[in-house]
């Protein structure tokens, strides 16, 4: 079955513990991204990745990092969260940025106490 | 600056109701357009998209949506809501290498 998986579901830490979201798709994307959704904004991008190798910053960069070692995984590490951090996370791919649609993980809720 | 403007978070309609969900957009370049649906404790699912060609898009439940460059709108519609409706759906553009979502409709539908 062709998807997105995303682990863990639910995460609860505290400050500054350093953690890692991980992404895995078996679609053979090129196109990998990370979004964070919070009540009243919506997704935001926080990274994506055009290949392996080629990452870029979104709109809210800052307090993540993220790579592509390989095509088919795209973790996002938080090396040192906050409480401003707590939101629902997902990932997507697609073949393409442009006029190929995402397809999406299920989600990771992420709470920083 | 690429932006997305849906009006109305939250959004309600009887059982066979009309469904209009509004999205606006604005772009530099001609922008690829999305509508997706959440379910709760989902990811988000594809409706339908609008690259090229055709104005009128049709999508999956019976959803439909038009684009309309004069207007930077790219609504939702659906002739007559259903129950299993009930979600938050969000309008999206792509532009360059990156998305850009609305921040969402909650569509509550009523028996």
């Known amino acids: 079955e062709a998807q997105v998986t995303q682990n863990p579901r639910y995460l609860i830490t505290v400050t500054g513990k350093k953690l890692t979201v991980t992404c895995s798709q078996n679609?053979?994307?090129?196109?990998m991204s990370w979004y964070r959704q919070d009540p009243g904004l919506g997704l935001r991008q926080i990274y994506y990745?055009?290949?392996?190798?080629?990452?870029d910053k979104g709109d809210v960069p800052e307090g993540y990092k993220v790579s592509r070692k390989e095509k088919r995984n795209f973790p996002l590490i938080l090396e040192s969260p906050s409480p401003n951090q707590t939101s629902l996370y997902f990932c997507?791919?697609?073949?393409?940025?442009?006029?190929?649609?995402?397809?999406f993980g299920n989600g990771t809720r992420l709470t920083v106490t | 600056a690429q932006s997305v403007t849906q009006l109305g978070s939250h959004v309600s309609v009887s059982e066979g109701a009309l469904v209009l969900l509004r999205c606006n957009y604005s772009?530099?370049?001609?922008?690829?357009l999305f509508w997706y649906v959440q379910y709760p404790n989902q990811g988000l699912q594809l409706l339908l998209k609008?690259?090229?060609?055709?104005?009128l898009v049709k999508g999956i439940n019976g959803f439909e949506a038009e684009f309309k460059k004069s207007e930077t709108s790219f609504h939702l519609t659906k002739p007559s809501a259903h129950m299993s409706d009930a979600a938050e759906y969000f309008c999206?553009?792509?532009?360059?290498?990156?998305?850009?979502f609305g921040t969402g409709t909650s569509l509550t539908v009523i028996p």
């Open positions: 997507a791919s697609s073949f393409g940025p442009y006029n190929s649609p995402l397809h």
């Open positions: 679609m053979n994307h090129e196109y």
């Open positions: 990745s055009m290949n392996v190798e080629v990452t």
């Open positions: 772009s530099s370049v001609p922008p690829y």
């Open positions: 609008y690259t090229t060609g055709a104005t």
């Open positions: 999206a553009v792509s532009v360059w290498n990156q998305f850009y």
